[in-house]
C-alpha cells in the first residue's frame, strides 16, 4: 500500500507531497528528504555509465523500518502499471499552460489520482 | 563485548593496542599532554627489518573487551603505560603498587609494560629500571618520546616471538582452542579428538597467526595465513571465526590496496606518515613482501601475492559473507557492527556510495541490546559521519539531528543543549538550509520547507535553553522571514508570539552573531513584514516646491543621447535605481518617501519605528509607527525626514522594528521593490512662506487645473458685490526672505474679475470685483437663463526667495487660487434712451430685473431710490448729462500700432461704458442680507444708446433776445419788436463741417396734435430764414445772426431745420451718413409773444 506520494524537483525539492497517516506528515517529509540520497546517487552512476539508457524506474530504493521507498524518473514511461497513471497524471499536469514548471502541484486531478493510487493499494 | 569503537577501520587490524592510564592523582590536563605525546608515537619502524609496527592508543579500554583479544588480536591489549605522579620517595611504593594493580587487570594479555613518573627526584629516580621512567616534572621529560619507542620495539620482540612460536608450531602438539567469551561454555564436554575439532583449531589457529603476521608487519603472510584458515574453517562450518577469517583477508587487502588508510581525515591517523606512504604508494615495498631480509620467514612468493590479495570487489565481497556469519551471532553484534563501518569505509574510498549505504542501513539495524544515553549519541553521530562519507549528506543530517535530539533526551538528568545546538547547526548543510538570509531574497524558497522548519525551531528552542535568547531570536526570525509562506495562520501567530516573548527579554538587531565555532548567524531583516512592493521619492508640496531662475537654468535635457526622443526605454532596474529624480529636496525641509506596504499576516500588524535609511547627505529622519490590519492590500505609508545639508541623497532602504526585532532593508536586496529612483538633489535652504487669508480656505480646486496651487480661497458674491480679502504671509523658514515678486493671473474669463490694489502695501489688500456678465442686450432670454451662478477664478503668484538657496538661483512660487461664485444680482434687461428736453441730456430708460431672492433698492446718484421684489422688473429713468467721449484720454500711438483695430475698438466702448457707470452710479442693495453693491450698465449699452448719450460734435447754441434758449426754457418777446436770433455752431469734431444751410421754420402747436405752418401773417423775418454757416474748422466757432418779428401774441416754436450744403452740387450724395443725424440735435425754441406793454403804449 501506498502511504506516501512524493514528486521532487530536479534541484530535489518537494513540487507534490501527499501521505495518507496525515498526523506523521513529518516523518515521511524525512523519509523522503532522506531517499533522496540514494535517487541523486543512482542518477549520477546512471549518468556516468550511459546517458541514453538510462534505467528510468530506479525501482526499491530501500526499505526504512516500516515503508519501502520507490522511486520512479518522470522524464520517460516508466514500468510499473500503478506509476504509469501517476506518470501520466504528472504528464497533464505538466502540460497545464498555466502551470509554472518549478512551482508545487496544485492540482485536483493529480490531487485525485494520488488519492486513488493510496486508496487503491490499500 | 558490548560497546562498539565506531572509530575502527580496516587498518587497524595491524596495530596492536596499548593502554595508557594514569595512575593515582594525575592532572586531566598534564595526563593528556604526555598522552598527545605518547600517541604521537604511532608508527616505529623497527631496526634490522624494513618492518613497521603500528600501535593504536587508548587511554580507556574495557578490560572485557581485551577478552576478545584472541578473536582478533588488535583487541588485545598488549602494552601498558602507566602516567603517575609521585610527590616524594615515600608515596613510591604506593605509586608501585597501583601500577602493578593496573597490570592486572590486562595482565593476562600484556606483552609489556612502563611506568612513567612525574615529580619524584632523588634516590630512587636514580635507579635504572627499564619498565619505570622518572622525570622531575611534566614540563621536564624531553625522552618520553624514546622511551616510547623503546616500549615499542620491546612490544614487537614479545610479538614476533609469538608469531613465530605460533606459525613454526604445526608440528603435531595439540592447538589449544581459541575462543571468544561466550563459546567457553559450548565446548565444555565437547570431543577434543574428532577431525572436526581439530580441524576448528587449526583454523582458529591459522586465522590467529595471520592476526600476528598483520601486526608484526607481514602482510603477504598474513594473506596467506588467513586463506588457509578460511578454508579450514569453512569445512567446519565455524562461521563466527570463518567471518573473522574473512574479515583479516579484507583488513589485509584493504591495507594492501589502500596504503594512506580507510580512516579518512576525521580519524587523524598521523597525517604525515599517511601522506607520504600515499606518495610512494606505487613502487612502494609492502614491509611483508620483503622475505629475503630481516628475521620474516614468509612463506609465500612474489608470486603468490597477486594471488592471495582480493581484488577491491572481492573485499566488499568478502566483507559482506563475513557480516553474514557474524550476524548469526547475537553475542558479535559488536563485530558485526565495526565490520560494517569498517567496509563502509573502504567502500567510500571506492566511491561506491550505494553499497556503502547497504552496509551502513545494515549497521543501523544491528541491535545491541540497551545503549546508554551517551552511546547512542555516539551511534548517531557516527552513522551520521559514515553518511557524509558516502555523500549522503541528506541522511548524515538525518541522523545527526537524531543524535542531537538523543543529547536531550528526555531520560537524560542534564540535557546537553549546547552539544544539541552544535550538532542541529552541522544538520543544516544536509538540509540546504543556509542561515543567510541573502540566499533567501533570490525568488520563491525552494525546498524541504516543512523539514526545515522543523529544524529551525529545534534550533529556536536549543538555543533557548542553552541561555542564549539573543540567538533564539535570530533563529526565530530567520524562520518568520524565510519560510512565512509555509506556515500556516496558526503557525504565524504563534512563532510571532514566542517572538515577541523572546524580544521582550532580548530585543533582536542587526548586528552578526558569531558563535563560538566562528559560524557567523547574519542579521536578518524583516523584508517580509510588512513587505514593500514600490518605493516612491514625493516631490516636495506645491508652495515649497524649488523652482531655478531662468537665467541661471542649466541645460537641464538630458544630453546623453543623441535623439531627443526615443522609444526605446531602458528597462535596467538597478539602472532606475540610480537614475536621479528631477525634482529636487531642499535642506531643511520635510521631505516624504512614500512606500506601498501590505501585511502578509492573519493579524494586525504593527511596525514601530519605521524610517528611512540614507546615504550622500545628512538626514534626519523621524521614525514613523504604524499599524497594517491582517492582510491588508497595499497601504501607503509616507516616511519623512530633514535633510540637514545639501547635496545629493539616495534612499537605500527603510529600517522598521517589528515584534521588537529591528532590521534594516536594503533596496538592493529587495528585487520586488518597484522604484522609479531613489537619488534626488538636495538644495540649500529657502526661506519658508506660509500664507493665510482673511477668507477661509476652500478645498474647492480651481476649474481649469491645470497648474496645482498651494492654497485656494472661495467666495460666493453677488453681482456687482465687493469684497475685500486680506492676504498675510508668514516666514516659517529659517532663512530670510529676501525677495518677493506678486503676480496675478485671471485664469477663465477675460474681464470677469479685476484684481486691485496692488503693489503690495501692508497689510495687503485685494479688491475683488466681478463685473457684469457680457451679454448682448438684445436677446431677449427668459428669466432663468439669469439665475445661473457664474464661477470666476483668478491666481496670484508670490514669488520668493532668500538665504543660500537664493545663491545657487533657487526661488519658491507660492500661489493663492481665488474662487468667486458670482450669483446674479440685477439685471438691465433692456436699455434705451429718451431725449431729454435739452439737448445736453438725455433720458436712460433702464429696465432693471431683480434676479436674487431677495428684496432689493436700486438706487442711482441723483435718482429716486426703486425697491424691487424678488424677480421683479421694473423701468428706471435716469435723466443723465450727455457724455463728451473726447475727454477720455486716447490710447498713445504706441498700443495703437501694435493692436488690431477689434481691440482698440473694444477699449474705447470700455472706456466709455466705464466712464457711464461711474456717473451714473447705480448700486443695488439687499437690506435682508446687508449686501450691496455696484450694478453696472457696461454690458448692455449698444452702440445706439452710445450715440445717444454722446454729446454731438456739433454744438448748436440758440440764443433768443440775445438769452441762450433750449430745452423748456420759454423765451419772452414783445409782438412788433425785432427779436434777434443767434445760431452759433461749435465744432468739436476732428473735422471741417461744413457748409451748412439752416432754415427756421415758425409753427404754433394746438396742443392737439394739431400744427399750423401757415404763418405768414402772424411772424416775419427780419431777413433771411435761412442762414448759411460756411465751414467750420475742428474747434472754431462760426455764428449767424437774424431776427423775427412776431406780429401777434401767442406761442411760437421755431424749427430749425437743417441741410447739408457742404457738397451743393449734389445734394444727398452720402454726406449725411458721414455726419449723423444726432450731431444736428438743434434745441426746439418755444418763443412767447406778449402786447400788453405795446397796448399800454398805444
Known amino acids: 500500500m501506498a502511504v506516501c506520494i512524493a514528486v521532487i524537483a530536479k534541484e530535489n525539492y518537494p513540487l507534490y507531497i501527499r501521505s495518507v497517516p496525515t498526523q506523521n506528515e513529518l516523518k515521511f517529509h524525512y523519509t523522503v528528504h532522506t531517499s533522496l540520497d540514494v535517487v541523486e546517487e543512482k542518477i549520477s552512476a546512471v549518468g556516468k555509465a550511459m546517458a541514453d539508457q538510462r534505467e528510468l524506474y530506479l525501482g526499491l530504493l530501500y526499505p526504512t523500518e516500516d515503508y519501502k521507498v520507490y522511486l520512479t524518473d518522470y522524464i520517460s514511461v516508466p514500468s510499473p502499471k500503478m506509476f504509469r497513471k501517476l506518470h501520466n497524471s504528472f504528464t497533464d499536469v505538466m502540460c497545464n499552460p498555466f502551470y509554472n514548471p518549478g512551482d508545487t502541484i496544485q492540482s485536483k486531478a493529480f490531487d485525485g489520482m494520488v488519492s486513488a493510487m493510496m486508496v487503491q493499494a490499500s | 563485548m558490548s560497546v562498539p569503537d565506531y572509530m ?77 605522579t609521585c610527590g616524594s620517595g615515600k608515596e613510591w611504593p604506593q605509586t608501585s603498587e597501583r601500577f602493578h594493580g593496573q597490570k592486572e587487570v590486562f595482565g593476562a594479555t600484556l606483552y609489556d609494560s612502563r611506568l612513567l613518573v612525574f615529580g619524584l627526584q632523588g634516590e ?49 602438539d595439540k592447538i589449544p582452542l581459541l575462543c571468544v567469551p561466550f563459546e567457553k561454555k559450548d565446548f565444555v564436554g565437547l570431543d577434543t579428538d574428532s577431525r572436526h575439532y581439530k580441524k576448528r583449531c587449526q583454523g582458529r589457529m591459522r586465522k590467529h597467526v595471520g592476526d600476528l603476521c598483520l601486526q608484526a608487519g607481514m602482510l603477504q603472510d598474513a594473506l596467506v595465513h588467513y586463506h588457509m584458515a578460511v578454508e579450514l574453517l569453512r569445512s567446519v562450518n565455524d562461521f563466527l571465526w570463518l567471518g573473522a577469517a574473512l574479515e583479516g583477508l579484507c583488513s589485509a587487502s584493504v591495507i594492501f590496496h589502500y596504503p594512506g588508510g580507510t580512516a579518512g581525515k576525521a580519524a587523524g591517523r598521523n597525517p604525515s606518515a599517511a601522506q607520504g606512504q600515499a606518495a610512494d604508494a606505487g613502487k612502494r615495498h609492502r614491509p611483508g613482501a620483503l622475505t629475503t631480509n630481516g628475521i620474516s620467514a614468509d612463506t609465500s612468493s612474489e608470486i603468490g601475492r597477486a594471488k592471495n590479495c582480493l581484488s577491491p570487489e572481492d573485499i566488499i565481497e568478502k566483507y559482506k559473507e563475513a557480516i553474514s556469519y557474524y550476524g548469526k551471532y547475537k553475542n558479535a553484534g559488536v563485530i558485526e557492527l565495526e565490520a560494517c563501518v569498517k567496509a563502509v569505509r573502504v567502500l567510500a574510498i571506492q566511491k561506491r556510495a550505494m553499497e556503502a549505504s547497504e552496509f551502513l542501513q545494515n549497521a543501523v539495524y544491528i541491535n545491541l541490546g540497551q545503549l546508554s544515553e551517551e552511546e547512542k549519541i555516539q551511534r548517531y553521530s557516527i552513522l551520521s559521519e559514515l553518511y557524509y562519507l558516502i555523500g549522503f549528506h541528506r541522511k548524515s543530517a538525518f541522523f545527526k539531528r537524531v543524535a542531537a535530539m538523543q543529547c536531550v533526551a528526555p531520560t537524560i538528568p542534564e540535557p546537553g543543549w549546547r552539544a544539541c545546538y552544535k550538532l542541529l547547526l552541522e544538520t543544516l548543510p544536509g538540509y540546504s538550509l543556509s542561515l543567510d ?96 512592493r514600490s ?120 529600517h522598521t522594528s517589528v515584534f521588537g526585532v529591528t532590521s534594516d ?48 480661497v472661495s467666495v460666493q458674491l453677488f453681482n456687482g458685490e465687493t469684497q475685500q480679502l486680506t492676504i498675510t504671509l508668514e516666514n516659517i523658514g529659517s532663512e530670510d526672505l529676501e525677495t518677493l515678486e506678486i503676480t496675478s493671473k485671471i485664469s477663465n474669463t477675460k474681464d470677469g474679475i479685476s484684481v486691485t490694489g496692488l503693489p503690495i502695501s501692508s497689510p495687503l489688500r485685494q479688491v475683488l470685483k466681478p463685473r457684469a456678465e457680457t451679454r448682448p442686450p ?67 430708460l433702464l429696465d432693471v430685473f431683480n434676479s436674487t431672492e431677495h428684496e432689493l433698492t436700486v438706487s442711482a446718484q441723483n435718482n429716486q431710490d426703486l425697491v424691487l421684489h424678488a424677480s421683479e422688473c421694473q423701468r428706471m429713468a ?47 442693495d439687499i437690506p435682508s442680507v446687508r449686501r450691496k453693491g455696484e450694478a453696472s450698465v457696461e454690458g448692455v449699452l449698444n452702440q445706439l444708446v452710445l450715440d445717444h448719450l454722446q454729446l454731438a460734435p456739433l454744438q448748436w447754441d440758440v440764443m433768443v433776445n440775445g438769452k441762450p434758449c433750449d430745452c423748456d426754457i420759454i423765451a419772452d418777446c414783445k409782438v412788433g419788436d425785432a427779436v434777434p436770433l443767434e445760431v452759433k455752431l461749435t465744432n468739436r469734431s476732428k473735422n471741417t463741417v461744413g457748409p451748412f444751410a439752416l432754415t427756421v421754420v415758425p409753427f404754433q402747436d394746438y396742443q392737439n396734435g394739431v400744427q399750423n405752418y401757415d404763418l405768414q401773417d402772424a411772424v416775419t423775418f427780419i431777413g433771411s430764414n435761412t442762414f448759411y454757416i460756411d465751414t467750420v474748422n475742428p474747434s472754431e466757432e462760426s455764428l449767424c445772426l437774424g431776427a423775427l418779428l412776431f406780429l401777434y401774441s401767442g406761442d411760437f416754436y421755431l424749427n430749425i431745420k437743417f441741410q447739408d450744403d457742404s457738397v451743393g452740387k449734389e445734394p444727398g450724395a452720402g454726406q449725411g451718413k458721414e455726419l449723423p443725424l444726432s450731431w444736428f440735435g438743434l434745441p426746439s425754441i418755444h418763443i412767447r409773444a406778449q402786447e400788453a406793454p405795446m397796448e399800454a403804449g398805444a
Not at chain 2, 541573502?438 to 541561555?467: C, I, N, P, T
Not at chain 2, 526565530?476 to 500556516?488: E, G, N
Not at chain 2, 508670490?798 to 519658491?812: H, I, L, N, Q
Not at chain 2, 484720454?889 to 477699449?907: A, C, F, G, I, N
Request: include cysteine; charged fraction near 25%.
Open chain 2, 8 to 84: 575502527q577501520c580496516a587498518e587497524d587490524h595491524q596495530t596492536v593496542l596499548v593502554v595508557v592510564q594514569p595512575v593515582g592523582i594525575v592532572p586531566e590536563d598534564q595526563f593528556f599532554r604526555i598522552y598527545k605525546r605518547i600517541a604521537s608515537v604511532a608508527q616505529v619502524s623497527i631496526r634490522d627489518s624494513q618492518r613497521n609496527l603500528y600501535i593504536r592508543y587508548r587511554h580507556h579500554y574495557l578490560p572485557e573487551n581485551n577478552d576478545w583479544g584472541d578473536f582478533q588480536t588488535h583487541r588485545k591489549v598488549v602494552g601498558l603505560i602507566c602516567v603517575t
Open chain 2, 124 to 172: 630512587i629516580a636514580e635507579q635504572q629500571r627499564t619498565d619505570v621512567a622518572f622525570y622531575p616534572s611534566y614540563d621536564d621529560c624531553p625522552d618520553v618520546e624514546k622511551k616510547v619507542e623503546d616500549f615499542v620495539e620491546s612490544i614487537f620482540i614479545v610479538l614476533e616471538s609469538k608469531r613465530l612460536d605460533r606459525a613454526t608450531d604445526k608440528s603435531g
Open chain 2, 437 to 532: 538570509p541573502k540566499d533567501f531574497s533570490k525568488g520563491a524558497h525552494r525546498g524541504w520547507a516543512a523539514v526545515q522548519m522543523r529544524l529551525l525551531h529545534e534550533l529556536v528552542y536549543a538555543s533557548r535553553r542553552m541561555g542564549n535568547p539573543g540567538l533564539s531570536v535570530r533563529h526565530l526570525s530567520f524562520l518568520l522571514q524565510t519560510m512565512l509562506d509555509f506556515l500556516s495562520d496558526q503557525e504565524k501567530k504563534e512563532v510571532t508570539q514566542s517572538l515577541e516573548n523572546y524580544t521582550s527579554k532580548c530585543p533582536g538587531g542587526m548586528e552578526v552573531i558569531t558563535l563560538p565555532d566562528g559560524l557567523r548567524l547574519h542579521p536578518v531583516p524583516f523584508t517580509k513584514l510588512p513587505i514593500v
Open chain 2, 535 to 654: 518605493v516612491k521619492l514625493l516631490d516636495l508640496p506645491v508652495s515649497l516646491r524649488p523652482h531655478k531662475q531662468k537665467g541661471l537654468m542649466e541645460n537641464s535635457m538630458s544630453t546623453k543621447s543623441p535623439f531627443i526622443y526615443s522609444p526605446i526605454i531602458m528597462h535596467n532596474r538597478g539602472e532606475e535605481r540610480n537614475k536621479k529624480i528631477d525634482f529636487q529636496w531642499v535642506q531643511g525641509d520635510v521631505c516624504e518617501v512614500q512606500l506601498m506596504v501590505y501585511n502578509p499576516m492573519p493579524f494586525e500588524l504593527r511596525v514601530e519605528n519605521m524610517g528611512l535609511l540614507t546615504s550622500g547627505v545628512e538626514f534626519e529622519s523621524l521614525p514613523a509607527a504604524l499599524s497594517l490590519p491582517a492582510e491588508s492590500g497595499l497601504y501607503p505609508v509616507t516616511l519623512v525626514g530633514v535633510p540637514r545639508t545639501a547635496g545629493n541623497i539616495t534612499v537605500n532602504g527603510y
Open chain 2, 665 to 712: 532593508c536594503l533596496l538592493d536586496s529587495l528585487t520586488s521593490v518597484r522604484t522609479s529612483g531613489c537619488l534626488v538633489e538636495v538644495i540649500p535652504s529657502l526661506p519658508r512662506l506660509q500664507l493665510s487669508t482673511s477668507l477661509p480656505r476652500s478645498a474647492h480646486p480651481l476649474q481649469p487645473s491645470k497648474e496645482e496651487l498651494s492654497s485656494s
Open chain 2, 778 to 844: 438684445g436677446s431677449e432670454s427668459s428669466k432663468t437663463d439669469y439665475n445661473h451662478v457664474k464661477m470666476l477664478e483668478a491666481v496670484m503668484t508670490f514669488k520668493y526667495s532668500g538665504g543660500a538657496g537664493k545663491v545657487e538661483g533657487y526661488y519658491r512660487d507660492l500661489t493663492l487660487g481665488l474662487h468667486v461664485d458670482v450669483e446674479p444680482s440685477v439685471f438691465f434687461t433692456r436699455v434705451s434712451t429718451l431725449p431729454a428736453t435739452s439737448t445736453r441730456q438725455c433720458h436712460l
Open chain 2, 878 to 924: 435716469i435723466q443723465v448729462d450727455k457724455f463728451d467721449f473726447d475727454t477720455l484720454p486716447q490710447p498713445d500711438q504706441e498700443t495703437v500700432r501694435y493692436t488690431s483695430l477689434k481691440l482698440l475698438e473694444e477699449e474705447r466702448l470700455h472706456a466709455q461704458a466705464s466712464m457711464i457707470n461711474s456717473t451714473l452710479g447705480i448700486t443695488w
